[in-house]
């Protein structure tokens, strides 16, 4: 639940407190009231923390808009009305404290009218504060969130070689996950990563002067340095991985970094 997360951030943070370290909480929902629940709670914690007084945000938020695999709640960014709603209660939060850093996490789209639709939507939520520079609402997309309804089976998955992995018990169902239908990220999704990054990049720069200061955060097969650097060339500017660091642990971040790079454990 949220409120774990909540309570992990204001205790590391609170024996922290010199540190810059950001943390990005991630929240998903389809009702503007239950959003707006998750975010008074979010913005409580940063008000405890002193997070909106001063000299930098530690707390940001990201709303998944693309979790594919929660029952009877299709994902929003795949419908602009539903979409809409919940972009209008996060950006209403982002306008009233401009120390609110607010982003959208994205599902890996296939084709281009749903990256043309979907900036044409985010210039809506520019904010033009009087004898201020004008802004958008949100500072980063993520891209991208896995790829729904699809299924492997144990064989082909390679499991990490940690203490609690254990081989398929007897008589189990061959799947690699217990609910069967799971959703598909690291290398088998590496491709469509990079080319979602790109469009948006380049949709992006040619858009409202206020977007293009929105930052792609690069998701989706960061196994290698090469991979790091090719969602760097696709115009990420930050890249996260989860894939590699759940197989080989935090000793990734030493490989992936190239020196100036910023590499975002999900």
Same mark, same amino acid.
């Given at each position: 639940?949220?409120? @774990? @997360? ?8 609170? %024996? ?7 943390? #990005?909480?991630? #929240? ?9 629940? !998750? ?5 409580? /914690? ?11 945000? +530690? ?31 996060? %950006?209403? =939060?982002? +306008?009233?404290?401009?120390? /609110? ?9 296939? @084709? !281009? ?14 904010? %033009?504060? $009087? ?17 729904? !309804?699809? #299924? ?6 390679? +499991? ?6 254990? $081989? ?6 061959? =799947? ?40 792609? #955060? ?15 060339? %696709? ?17 990734? =971040? ?13």
């Amino acid at each position: 639940p949220l409120s @774990y @997360y909540l309570d992990a951030a204001e205790r590391i943070l609170s %024996a922290n407190s010199g540190s810059k370290k950001p943390f #990005i909480i991630s #929240i998903t929902s389809s009702s503007p009231l239950f959003l707006k629940e !998750q975010l008074t709670l979010i913005q409580g /914690l940063r008000s405890r923390l002193g997070d909106d007084t001063g000299p930098y945000s +530690r707390i940001g938020v990201e709303l998944n808009t693309s979790c594919p695999n929660i029952p009877g709640s299709p994902p929003p960014a795949f419908n602009t009305s539903a979409l809409m709603h919940v972009l209008t209660t996060l %950006a209403g =939060f982002a +306008r009233d404290d401009p120390t /609110l850093t607010c982003g959208l996490k994205l599902p890996p789209y296939t @084709y !281009q009218t749903p990256f043309t639709d979907l900036v044409r939507e985010l210039a809506k939520f520019v904010i %033009a504060p $009087p004898d201020l520079p004008r802004r958008s609402a949100f500072a980063f997309l993520t891209c991208t969130n896995t790829l729904g !309804q699809t #299924i492997l089976f144990d064989d082909n998955v390679v +499991r990490p070689e940690i203490s609690w992995s254990k $081989p398929l018990a007897p008589g189990a169902m061959p =799947f690699a996950l217990p609910t069967t239908l799971g959703g598909l990220g690291g290398e088998p999704i590496h491709a469509l990563a990079l080319g979602n990054v790109h469009t948006f990049r380049t949709l992006l720069d040619e858009a409202d002067e206020a977007l293009r200061s929105i930052v792609i #955060i690069g998701v989706g097969g960061v196994t290698s340095k090469e991979a790091h650097l090719r969602m760097r060339a %696709a115009g990420a500017g930050a890249v996260a991985c989860a894939t590699w660091l759940g197989h080989s642990g935090v000793k990734v =971040f030493k490989t992936l970094n190239t020196g100036g790079s910023e590499v975002i454990s999900s």
